[in-house]
């Protein structure tokens, strides 16, 4: 029998190495508030990421608030955004005094579809808050012009592409700003953690106003600012785990390869596209099921999966207009039908990290094969 294997198994570094910086904080007593650990570490991302503004946060979801906020964007207006994503990407649209207006999304990369955008569109758009799904980008280069022509806004959610770039340009700096997220479950993780970044030194001081309460001296609070602010401990495992990031992410892309061949020729079932010119992030691998070509349907995999002791994830299913707040938000759409409304029912994580070893691939290959 092979151990129960998830979806997600963090990195983590060595214990013995993370004893000296836990050593070197005690002697210091800084513990938290810009210390040298979290300088250390935005610097090392800033040049890791290839963004001329990189600021660290305590969480994503703090990150994507600030994103919003520093825009200033008119209380009560509407930001476009994705309905097939993780909660925190409506929710903060919400938390600024905005309104989330959702977008399907393109059946073929399942990122937020320009063409739905433009419909979404209205005199009280303000933003478009696209997501990066799965490690697959969107269409900065159709997106950004809708936000040109429109004079709105874009932000991209870039939780699931840490080091991705595109045709060489770092993902980091497409559109107004960015936001990565370091959860446990990320493929660059610590423990819990953020980032914002942008194409322009320039967003430094704003940002950092906005982390800190608006504290600017013991004298000034010039901004309406938030806590988002990493700790010392959060910035000393950044600075461990971004030395085991590539190592990770070359294990991945090599399962990546494994999957594929298991699942190339099952009729039924589409493996992520390569997207020519983007280096691939390796943060999630997600399939999608077609339930009368496969005969079976992405529950039933779930389920036979899971008897096998692999649990694989539905994300993002329920989608963000199924939960309770944005209920009965309608989804405007190229089609008829809101693609999105098919591919959730379809869409499927299977584990994807260093843990999955050769027999966990016989089984879900034999779950998928039957054989
Ligand atoms: C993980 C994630 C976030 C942010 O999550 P935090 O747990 O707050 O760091 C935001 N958007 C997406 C798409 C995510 O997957």
Redesign the pocket.
């Known amino acids: 029998m092979t151990s129960p294997l998830f979806v997600a198994k963090p990195v983590l570094p060595k214990l013995e190495d993370f004893i000296p910086y836990l050593e070197e904080i005690w002697r210091s007593e800084v513990l938290t508030n810009n210390g040298p650990f979290h300088q250390k570490l935005e610097q090392a991302l800033e040049s890791y990421l290839g963004a001329p503004c990189a600021m660290l946060f305590n969480?994503?979801?703090?990150a994507?608030l600030v994103a919003l906020k520093m825009l200033d964007l008119p209380p009560g207006s509407e930001v476009i955004t994705t309905p097939l994503?993780?909660a925190?990407?409506a929710h903060s649209i919400t938390w600024n005094g905005l309104k989330p207006v959702f977008a399907d999304v393109d059946p073929e990369t399942l990122t937020i579809d320009p063409k739905a955008v433009e419909k979404a569109i209205t005199a009280k758009t303000s933003a478009i808050l696209a997501?990066h799904?799965y490690g697959t980008v969107c269409d900065t280069v159709k997106l950004q012009d809708i936000a040109n022509r429109n004079g709105i806004r874009l932000i991209y959610?870039a939780?699931?592409v840490f080091g991705t770039t595109i045709s060489g340009v770092p993902i980091g700096t497409f559109g107004d700003v960015s936001?990565f997220?370091?959860?446990a479950?990320?493929l660059f993780n610590t423990f819990?953690?953020?980032l914002i970044t942008t194409q322009s030194a320039i967003d430094k001081d704003r940002v950092y106003f906005l982390r800190n309460f608006g504290i600017k001296n013991e004298e000034e609070v010039v901004d309406i600012g938030i806590n988002g602010k990493m700790n010392e401990m959060q910035a000393a495992i950044g600075l461990l785990n971004l030395q085991l990031v590539n190592r990770e992410r070359a294990i991945r892309a090599e399962l990546r390869r494994d999957y594929n061949n298991i699942l190339h020729n099952v009729a039924g079932i589409r493996t992520p596209k390569e997207q020519s010119g983007v280096s691939n992030s390796e943060q999630y691998y997600h399939i999608v099921i077609d339930p009368v070509v496969f005969s079976r349907s992405r529950d039933d995999i779930y389920k036979e999966l899971k008897q096998a002791g692999i649990f694989s994830r539905k994300y993002f299913h329920p989608i963000c207009t199924d939960f309770s707040p944005y209920k009965g938000n309608v989804i405007h759409s190229a089609y008829e039908e809101p693609y999105v409304e098919t591919v959730k029912t379809r869409v499927l994580c299977l584990p994807f990290h260093s843990g999955v070893t050769e027999d966990h691939l016989k089984l879900i290959d034999q779950v998928f094969n039957r054989r």
Not at 59 to 62: C, D, K, M, S
């Open positions: 969480n994503g979801t703090i994507l994503t993780f925190a990407t997501v799904v959610d939780a699931h936001v997220s370091f959860h479950t990320k819990e953690g953020g």
